[in-house]
């Protein structure tokens, strides 16, 4: 692999991680847990300084 590809994979291993361990299961009946995610993923996608429309956000909201 290369050097971009075992970062991204890296990257990517991580935000898994995150989501598992330190966020747990992700339910609309614990909408702090839907929440958090949706926090982790802007801070994932602003890591990366790749654009997207804030319309994704709020629909990962409803």
């Known amino acids: 692999m290369n050097?971009?590809?075992?970062?991204?994979?890296?990257?990517l291993r991580l935000?898994?991680?995150?989501?598992a361990e330190l966020i747990g299961v992700?339910?609309?009946?614990?909408?702090k847990t839907m929440e958090a995610t949706i926090g982790s993923i802007e801070?994932?996608?602003a890591n990366c300084k790749?654009?997207?429309s804030k319309p994704v956000?709020?629909?990962l909201k409803q």
């Open 15 to 19: 935000h898994v991680d995150r989501l």
């Open 3 to 11: 050097d971009d590809r075992d970062q991204i994979e890296a990257n």
């Open 26 to 31: 992700r339910t609309l009946k614990k909408p």
């Open 57 to 59: 956000v709020k629909l």
């Open 50 to 52: 790749l654009n997207f």
């Open 43 to 45: 801070g994932a996608i």
